[in-house]
């Protein structure tokens, strides 16, 4: 298992992907979770090359303080799947972009989970999503981190304005 921690205090969230290949989209993630400093740990744990890892990962997520999962993967994207069936914390899923398939393998295969164990599903590579889909949860409990989302949506608004005043000029 790769595990980096970018974050000294005790990671709120968990960053997984099934390989380094996915990196330059969960990287987008791990960005998000900084800004609104929000600490993290990431992974690259494969549901099918390191299945004995993720047990360990997911198995043990809870009673490590993670209160969110987000896990990218590709293709037979099973990563998020597998992570949600092994813990009770909400698990975002993250379908990557495939060659083969433009993605919608990763997609279909993280979406369509049987009743009972949910993964929260984001658009393909969309992974700044997820991770504001995870600050969301947090912040139920958190009023500062709130406000924060509160003034993040402030300023996408402001920027939207800014653009119709832009195409009229
Ligand atoms: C999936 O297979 C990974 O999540 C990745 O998106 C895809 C390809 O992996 P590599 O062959 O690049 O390691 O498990």
């Known amino acids: 298992m790769t ?3 970018f974050d000294a205090q005790a990671p709120l969230v968990g960053i997984l992907m099934g390989s380094d290949s996915d990196f330059d989209i969960m990287k987008e993630a791990a960005t998000v979770l900084n ?3 929000i600490p993290f740990e990431i992974s690259v744990i494969s549901a099918h090359r390191t299945p004995g890892d993720l047990e ?3 198995s043990s997520a809870e009673e490590r303080g993670l209160k969110a999962i987000i896990a990218g993967a590709g293709g037979a994207a099973h990563l998020p799947g597998v992570t949600a069936a092994m813990t009770p914390l909400p698990v975002i899923g993250v379908p990557i972009y495939s060659k083969k398939l433009s993605g919608q393998d ?3 295969a ?3 989970m049987p009743a009972g164990i949910p993964v929260a599903t984001v658009g393909i590579d969309n992974a700044r999503n997820a991770a504001l889909l ?3 949860m947090l912040a139920l409990c958190d009023a500062s981190l709130m406000q924060k989302l509160r003034e ?3 300023k996408l608004a402001e920027a939207s304005r800014q653009k119709t005043a832009k195409i009229r000029e």
Do not use: D, H, P, T
């Open 3 to 5: 595990q980096v921690s």
């Open 35 to 37: 800004e609104f400093g």
């Open 56 to 58: 360990a990962y997911a």
């Open 106 to 108: 990763s997609l279909y």
């Open 110 to 112: 993280i979406v369509q």
């Open 134 to 136: 995870a600050v969301q």
């Open 152 to 154: 993040f949506r402030q």
